[in-house]
């Protein structure tokens, strides 16, 4: 469910690129432009149509084609409309008419005066429903923020996570001077896609891609360094916990045990890296990134090391290596 109300009137209004485009236009009911959007799905009413109403997608938008308009002016023709009242008892928000397909007259009243919208596009049936269904997993996609830095190195969408002032901006910094790019600072939205990835942007688009930086304020990066130092969203593929070097603490120095964090119900690859003066971060995280597409492809450093580890051993080597063959000692 979406983080506040989304109306009919936020459908038409939102600004999709190119080939996101719905095309949409109002063609009966602007009063009802209102009606909030509750459910993620689209419903093709041919049952409902013809009477059927049992287990009818209540709530739900209408998707008119070609088939659905036959029968629709049929209905008007025999003068057979009844099914069409019962229909928008259930709390429809709006019709869509693909193809540039136009209602009869008296459907488009019956449609006003029971509080629905009526809508048109000119792309044909299954590519808007497409486009729709894409619109629908990103607005419905279940969300939270979080407090991190998310960048994106050889391709690979990293989120930075860590104490406030552990170095986070400033290592986003280097790696955006190195050549990556900067998605999101400070304040971090993600929601989850399918059930299967998770995908971060700025909780504020207008001020996602400016950085603070103590001691030298707020910049921003894309006048800085350019749009392609940029990109609007990303899936985060890695995190990377930065924390203060803890002599105490052992860390991990083979990799063999990947952790995982579990955002919206998907569990994310993360690494635990400490930080102290001398440790060149934007190196280090650049290894991580490429060692993650590595993994992507099937190759596991980590495994591929304990693997040689145990053939050596099995050769006798390491015997020698450590006793020598030497009698004469």
Not at 133 to 139: D, E, H, K, L
Not at 276 to 281: C, E, F, S, T, Y
Request: proline fraction near 3%.
């Amino acid at each position: 469910m979406a983080d506040k109300v989304f109306t009919v009137l936020d459908l038409l209004d939102m600004e999709l690129p190119e080939h996101s485009q719905l095309h949409l236009k109002c063609i009966g009911g602007r009063s009802s432009l209102s009606n909030v959007i509750s459910a993620p799905e689209i419903n093709r009413p041919g049952l409902a149509l013809t009477g059927f109403y049992e287990s009818f997608a209540r709530g739900c938008v209408q998707l008119f084609g070609i088939a659905e308009s036959a029968y629709l002016r049929k209905l008007y023709a025999e003068n057979k409309t009844d099914s069409l009242a019962q229909m928008f008892e259930y709390g429809i928000p709006c019709v869509f008419f693909a193809q540039n397909l136009t209602p009869p007259d008296d459907f488009v009243k019956l449609a006003e005066s029971s509080g629905c919208a009526v809508l048109q596009t000119e792309l044909e049936l299954t590519e808007f429903s497409l486009r729709l269904m894409r619109v629908f997993s990103n607005i419905f996609a279940p969300k939270k923020t979080l407090h991190g830095v998310l960048v994106e190195v050889y391709g690979i969408g990293i989120l930075l996570t860590g104490h406030s002032g552990v170095g986070k901006s400033e290592c986003a910094l280097e790696l955006v001077e190195r050549g990556h790019r900067l998605v999101a600072d400070d304040i971090v939205e993600i929601r989850s896609v399918n059930g299967n990835s998770i995908l971060g942007q700025g909780a504020n688009t207008l001020i996602s891609h400016h950085m603070e930086i103590r001691g030298l304020g707020i910049i921003n990066i894309a006048q800085m360094y350019g749009v392609g130092s940029i990109r609007e969203q990303k899936e985060i593929q890695l995190v990377i916990r930065l924390e203060e070097w803890d002599n105490s603490k052992v860390y991990d120095r083979v990799g063999n045990n990947m952790e995982t964090l579990d955002f919206l119900g998907v569990k994310v690859p993360t690494i635990e890296i400490p930080v102290k003066p001398g440790r060149n971060l934007p190196i280090i995280i650049e290894a991580a990134a490429m060692n993650e597409r590595l993994k992507a492809r099937g190759y596991n450093s980590a495994r591929d090391f304990n693997q040689n580890i145990l053939k050596w051993i099995e050769t006798g080597e390491v015997q020698n290596a450590y006793y020598g063959t030497d009698d004469s000692y």
